[in-house]
């Protein structure tokens, strides 16, 4: 069986340093480790507009945005097939026989959608392209016969109504789909990367953003403001590390060698939580040390993405052949699909022959 990737964001703003720690640095390394036979990259605005519906202009302006953030990051469009959802009409077609596989019930029971149908305030009024969105996320996933999905922790629920509604699929019209695995990010930190403010969420709504965008002196100002332990009042205090988002973000972010190059009075990691926890050590100091390490990984993504910012037209071409791609894969599965279904009438010549010669008997018999 080929090996295929599918993953993607929602084109609501600039992405941050959690969509970076949760899934596109993994995309990255799995785009270069050769493993994959095809990786498909979606920009998911057809989702971006469930809830953006009255604001067209901030999904259509943010399309290149996070282009440009994958660019930066190392997606490369000679490895990997950058896409826009919305011009893959399959995915709409295939969305709606799913339909038919799904109880509301079933919907209002997944976690990830209560979850994002609270933070928006929807609970009196919900817009049924919202309330489908994991019907949708399954055509996604399905029309590129997926066996790999690296999502963070939070996708989790959305992955398993993918693999139900596989699973029904292939039960009612035979085997047809490709069933999908999820892929976790290996540092347990990365899965969900807390907000600056001590929110347990990173999210543009919040304001609690570091963006891969930002400017070296932006970044700076947004780390030494960051939450950390509260009871932690003066450098001779103990200290928590325990859901202290400073800690969180070394974890995902710093290495051995950051250590040697930007705080040689500790061996690692283990060495300076150790220190904050029996007390002596400020916190000013420690995110002075997080800024080194985000600065180092951030640089070269600021750099790449000043480079593609002059070369728009092209990112749109890059778009463009990715989707056109993408879109024959797609119509392919849906062809498959209607086989299986059986109503692909007009490819079926077996079918048709067999009820004219039907006709014709019953006609001569009168």
């Known amino acids: 069986m080929r090996k295929v990737i599918l993953t993607g964001d929602r084109p609501t703003g600039k992405l941050h340093v959690g969509h970076y720690a949760g899934s596109l640095k993994r995309r990255v390394e799995l785009q270069n480790s050769g493993e994959f036979d095809d990786i498909f990259i979606m920009i998911a605005d057809a989702q971006a507009l469930t809830d953006n519906a009255d604001n067209p202009e901030k999904v259509r302006q943010n399309i290149i945005e996070v282009a440009l953030d994958y660019l930066a990051c190392g997606l490369d469009p000679e490895k990997s097939t950058l896409l826009i959802q919305s011009q893959i009409p399959e995915l709409c077609e295939m969305s709606f026989y799913y339909m038919n596989l799904v109880t509301v019930s079933r919907l209002q029971r997944n976690p990830t959608v209560k979850a994002e149908i609270q933070l928006r305030n929807f609970e009196a009024s919900i817009p ?183 070369r728009i037209p092209e990112v749109y071409e890059i778009l463009e052949q990715g989707s056109k791609k993408a879109q024959s894969v797609a119509a392919q599965t849906l062809a498959d699909m209607k086989r299986a279904m059986k109503i692909n009438y007009f490819e079926d010549r077996e079918l048709i022959e067999k009820q004219a010669a039907s006709y014709a008997e019953e006609s001569g018999n009168k």
């Open 128 to 310: 049924v392209g919202f309330f489908t969105y994991p019907i949708s996320q399954a055509a996604d996933i399905t029309a590129f016969r997926a066996t790999t999905v690296p999502v963070g922790e939070d996708q989790m629920p959305m992955l398993e109504q993918t693999r139900e509604i596989v699973h029904k699929f292939n039960t009612v019209y035979g085997e047809t789909l490709t069933m999908p695995n999820i892929l976790l990010p290996d540092n347990q930190a990365c899965m969900r990367l807390p907000g600056i403010d001590g929110k347990a969420k990173m999210s543009k709504s919040l304001g609690n953003c570091i963006y891969l965008s930002d400017t070296e002196e932006e970044v700076r100002k947004k780390i030494m403001s960051m939450f950390t332990d509260p009871n932690h009042l003066r450098v001779e205090d103990p200290g928590r590390v325990e859901g202290n988002p400073v800690f969180i973000y070394l974890d995902a972010f710093s290495k051995p060698e950051h250590f040697e190059q930007f705080l040689p009075d500790y061996a690692n990691l283990d060495e300076l939580k150790a220190h904050y926890t029996r007390g002596g050590l400020g916190d000013v100091k420690v995110k002075k040390f997080l800024n080194r390490v985000m600065q180092a990984e951030l640089e070269p993504i600021r750099e790449r993405r000043k480079v593609w910012e002059k």
